[in-house]
């Protein structure tokens, strides 16, 4: 018998604005040790069909209109409230996607591991600390013991998210629901989240239901795949018969949006202002001060992020830095905009030295150097309309006279692929790949020479990704701009740059065309980086 047999779920939303049938009658299984990867973009209803089985769907608005899902033999959609709880957390364990909204800021990290034991095993303390420190070392958070007493914004997003599947594997489930668990994680440390769950699956007969758009992920973990679109399963099999022979268009657009590693004119920046220099570091370093234990013995000291960055950026080309999280390709484009400044070292920006200018130079220099940022929702003034932010810009730097406003903006919202009759609405009125096309608009809204864009397309569903890099290589193009391209997903570095700069610890250990770097990596690090690469190929990870 299935572990999980779920037979027409249908689960719907009451708005405003009428019925949205968010889950429309879907029906599949779940064997004992077997993972099932649910893929589609967002608002497909992935999501919300794993939030019914364990009525986490907010009611109301939402409503499980129909449908029976049976765990084990008992039916989760028929249990009460008290009844459900008592499957949530000790036979299935759940991984949402944004760990810092589902870790509590009151609590340290111990006391947040060793809830579920206590309240589903009544285990002591003690013992639960212990078991909450051998959790936190299985997925690769050193010194654990230390870390139990630490607060989540002590953490990185990639630690917290290991955090996150500690605690879902604490009560050791016999299903774990993976919501999009690594989308803000490197390649090495994906890497490892899949072993472990690989290994505790071997160990526990563990079964699993990955939420993904990322189909390269699918490819590695997954032995069965459900492609949903508009709330109906539209396709499902085995891993390798989607991925060879897809029978649904829907499927086919998804693999066919997968980032490929060729692009037709490589060093663009040879086509126009040849090898002109517009960005040049020369040992730069930069760091941080760490925060004191206590303020009765504190001393400064100082935490060294970047060291002796020397590179060179030319004229409309586009440059890839990549590193595993903490190793200071933020900082080092931080440091470049002048949003952190750099203990030594030279930076120069067409020919001006900006280590030695005053803030009002700084200031002026804004309009030229500009960024997107990895979570447009956060870096959107959620109380201004989109015609607000981009008035913003104009007006602040003078771009245009006040009778062009009106139509700067509506061609800003042309140019990244929106409607202009869409500059009232506020960000929330518009999905992760439109907000993003807004924070891109916004960078161009001052005519930059150069952009820094700091993980642009990390949070976007594969289809959104591919169509938001091609508005970026269209605009690096057409207005001849310069771009740092921050990255920890090499398949995306690998389409969209010139060249690529590897960083580890601080420094750039290794600079190099794009193609030379991915096919003859001179540092063990960098081959440590493309071996971790999920490959959407099935049989690659031996799926028969």
């Keep these: 018998m299935a572990l999980l047999s779920v037979d027409k779920l249908t689960t719907s939303f009451y708005t405003r604005d009428g019925i949205v049938r968010a889950v429309q009658g879907i029906s599949f299984t779940v064997e004992h040790g077997e993972t099932v990867a649910i893929v589609g973009e967002s608002g497909s209803g992935k999501s919300v069909a794993c939030y019914s089985l364990l009525q986490l769907v907010p009611q109301p608005p939402g409503r499980i209109e129909s449908g029976r899902a049976f765990f084990n033999g008992i039916d989760l959609l028929q249990c009460t409230e008290q009844e459900v709880m008592k499957y949530r957390g000790n036979h299935i364990s759940m991984i949402f996607q944004d760990p810092m909204t589902s870790l509590n800021p009151y609590m340290n990290i111990g006391e947040q591991l060793i809830e579920p034991l206590t309240y589903h095993h009544k285990t002591s303390t003690a013992n639960a600390l212990k078991k909450a420190e051998a959790a936190l070392t299985e997925v690769g958070i050193s010194e654990a013991k230390k870390r139990l007493k630490q607060y989540p914004h002590e953490f990185s997003g990639g630690m917290r998210q290991r955090v996150m599947i500690a605690m879902a594997l604490m009560s050791e489930p016999e299903l774990l629901i993976a919501d999009e668990p690594t989308t803000a994680l490197d390649v090495t440390v994906q890497a490892q989240i899949f072993e472990l769950i690989k290994a505790i699956q071997a160990r526990r007969n563990l079964a699993v239901i990955f939420i993904t758009h990322d189909l390269g992920v699918v490819a590695q973990i997954a032995d069965r795949v459900l492609v949903m679109n508009n709330g109906e399963i539209v396709e499902q099999g085995s891993t390798r018969n989607i991925f060879n022979d897809p029978q649904h268009e829907y499927t086919r657009m998804l693999l066919d949006a997968i980032p490929v590693s060729a692009k037709p004119e490589p060093f663009r920046y040879r086509a126009g202002n040849a090898k002109r220099i517009i960005l040049q570091l020369k040992d730069v370093n930069a760091s941080y001060i760490e925060q004191p234990a206590s303020l009765l013995h504190w001393q400064e000291k100082r935490f060294n992020v970047v060291r002796h ?19 200071g390709k933020s900082t080092l484009a931080k440091t470049v905009l002048r949003l952190v400044t750099e203990d030594s070292g030279s930076i120069k920006f067409d020919g001006t030295e900006l280590t030695t200018l005053s803030a009002a130079g700084i200031k002026d220099l804004r309009k030229d150097l500009q960024i997107i940022f990895q979570d447009p929702y956060a870096s959107l003034n959620p109380r201004m309309s989109v015609y607000d932010t981009l008035l913003e810009p104009l007006k602040l730097h003078n771009i245009v006279a006040p009778i062009e406003y009106e139509r700067t903006i509506s061609q800003l919202m042309d140019e990244v692929g929106l409607s202009p009759r869409d500059i009232r609405k506020y960000p929330h009125e518009f999905s992760g790949g439109q907000r993003q096309r807004i924070a891109i608009a916004r960078a161009l809204a001052v005519r930059p020479k150069l952009i820094i864009a700091d993980e642009p397309v990390s949070a976007l569903d594969v289809t959104i990704q591919a169509q938001v890099l ?19 997903d090499l398949s995306v570095i690998r389409y969209i740059c010139d060249r690529t700069a590897v960083m580890y610890q601080g420094e750039i250990i290794e600079l190099g065309s794009t193609e030379k770097i991915f096919n003859q990596p001179q540092q063990e690090y960098t081959r440590k980086l493309l071996s971790a690469i999920p490959v959407p190929d099935p049989e690659y990870y031996g799926h028969t």
């Design 309 to 327: 960055v020397s590179l060179n950026l030319h004229k409309g080309e586009i440059l890839g830095l990549v590193g595993e999280s903490g190793c």
């Design 470 to 488: 091609e508005l970026m290589l269209h605009i690096v193009d057409k207005h001849h701009l310069s771009m740092i391209f921050v990255s920890h």
